[in-house]
């Protein structure tokens, strides 16, 4: 059985705070301090799929955009979507659309996304660089990128099937032998040095591929997970930590792909499984599927 992956990002990769010790024992309100929990937060999120339910999902997609747009070729981007600039330039004025359009527009594709919940799977990994000090920033497990990417892998590594990898570009070129695109590929072939490896070898990754999220409707779902997830941490953090019961605190559009999580096979546990947090810390849990089907 074939699954395509869909790989993007969210977040900064690079390190912006030297974070003190105090920071990560008593760290400061979320609201009041946003910006530190924005430069502190860098989530990669993958959007798999079953390769027989890939034309299906992707014609919806499609339907959606030419029903918005008049045309399919329409780039999704979280970004873009939110910044009042961006969506003047490259949907209301270029498409001749209004705001509400828009709106209609997102809530329908969420309202996709969450109907295709049994076949289009979600895998988050949130790197949460308050943990890692100098020492450990200089390693390979110390760099966000590299190591989400690697427990990506891993977590594909145990999923029943074989992937398909598609990586948003990190680089302004596709070529595999440079900066990101070579860094990731050697994680999979076992050429750098990670402290902690689970898996001894990749063997359900038939390939990776980087290719632009202008023409991948996958990446672009991907890309509105992605940042999705990192609003969660941002303004809520590792809320599971915080109780094991009860109604949790959860970002609305965080909220609206909550469903798609994969989950433990037996336990329906999601996180650790489909959500995971590096460094790893308490092993509380709370229903997030909650009210889903699964």
């Not at 799977?121 to 690697?150: A, H, M, N, W």
């Amino acid at each position: 059985m074939l699954y395509k992956v869909f790989i993007d990002d969210s977040g900064f990769k690079e390190y912006i705070n030297p974070y003190s010790r105090e920071f990560v024992d008593n760290p400061p309100d979320s609201d009041q301090y946003s910006q530190f929990w924005r430069d502190n937060y860098f989530v990669l999120c993958a959007v798999r799929v079953n390769q027989k339910h890939i034309n299906d999902i992707n014609i919806a997609i499609n339907t959606l955009k030419t029903q918005c747009f008049g045309t399919k070729k329409v780039e999704i981007k979280s970004n873009w979507l939110r910044n009042p600039k961006d969506q003047k330039k490259h949907y209301l004025q270029k498409y001749g659309i209004t705001k509400q359009h828009l709106i209609n527009f997102v809530n329908r594709l969420y309202g996709l996304i969450k109907r295709s919940s049994d076949n289009l799977k979600l895998i988050g990994v949130v790197f949460d660089k308050r943990f890692y000090g100098d020492r450990k920033r200089s390693k390979p497990d110390g760099t966000p990128l590299y190591k989400c990417s690697q427990v990506l892998f891993e977590r594909l590594q145990y999923l029943p099937g074989h992937n398909l990898v598609y990586f948003d570009q990190f680089e302004s070129h596709l070529k595999l032998d440079k900066g990101h695109h070579e860094k990731i590929l050697n994680i999979v072939h076992d050429k750098d040095e990670f402290e902690q490896v689970y898996v001894k070898e990749y063997n359900k990754i038939v390939d990776i591929k980087f290719t632009k999220s202008s023409v991948e409707n996958f990446i672009q779902i991907a890309d509105l997970c992605a940042y999705n997830i990192y609003r969660q941490f941002v303004h809520h953090g590792r809320v599971w930590q915080e109780s094991e019961t009860g109604n949790l605190p959860v970002y609305e559009f965080f909220d609206r792909i909550r469903c798609n999580f994969i989950s433990h096979p037996v336990s329906s546990k999601v996180v650790g499984c489909g959500l995971i947090c590096i460094p790893a810390i308490g092993n509380s849990d709370w229903n997030l599927l909650d009210g889903c089907d699964v």
